[in-house]
């Protein structure tokens, strides 16, 4: 659940069974075009991860390098604030998953994951990426064109929540004025 709009996954669906990793990550969009016969091609390269209760996944500012998806458990998304204290920005579940943004580049974590509960999570790496590109150029373009598309999407979206709070803080600067005005 976001609690943040900027944070919400809008790539989250909730109508999960079983713990099979194809059907899990047959529903997160990079994975989701692919066939059993491309995703068995990919699973040797995939993580598996157990974590504990309050672990951190990845921590704000450490160098990403890939990528998790939630098989189970509780991931609350942390972003420490001015004033030092972490602001909980989203709580992501089953199926959920967050850093896809590094598989694309080198760039430091914008904000902490913890395990809020025993957690099982498959991660995803760049290197293997990268590796997986060189070994079949058309399954790593397919997921790369999808990790795209997903990036597109998030673009857009928040361009509208930008607009949205412009627009806000506009009518907020002309009720003021107007306000002043017949004081």
């Known amino acids: 659940m976001a609690l943040d709009p900027f ?7 909730r109508d999960r069974s079983g713990d099979d990793l194809y059907e899990v990550l047959s529903k997160v969009p990079i994975f ?3 066939s059993r016969r491309e995703f068995e091609r990919i699973r040797g390269i995939l993580h598996r991860r157990s974590f504990n209760t309050d672990e951190a996944i990845v921590n704000e500012g ?3 390098v890939g990528m998790y998806v939630i098989l189970s458990g509780e991931v609350a998304i942390l972003q420490e604030g001015v004033d030092g204290k972490m602001i909980e920005l989203a709580t992501f579940g089953e199926g959920d998953f967050f850093g896809d943004q590094v598989l694309l580049d ?8 913890i395990a809020r ?27 790369v064109m999808r990790l795209s598309h997903m990036i597109s999407v998030r673009l857009r979206q928040t361009n509208r929540l930008l ?8 009518r907020a600067e002309e009720a003021t004025a107007e306000t002043e005005a017949t004081s």
């Open 62 to 64: 450490d160098m990403g």
């Open 163 to 170: 607009k949205d709070a412009r627009d806000q803080v506009r």
């Open 117 to 143: 509960a025993q957690t099982r999570a498959v991660g995803f790496f760049r290197p293997d990426l990268l590796e997986l590109i060189e070994r079949n150029p058309r399954l790593g373009l397919k997921i």
């Open 32 to 34: 989701q075009d692919l």
């Open 7 to 13: 944070w919400s996954n809008i790539f989250s669906r």
């Open 106 to 113: 080198e760039s430091a974590r914008t904000a902490s994951a």
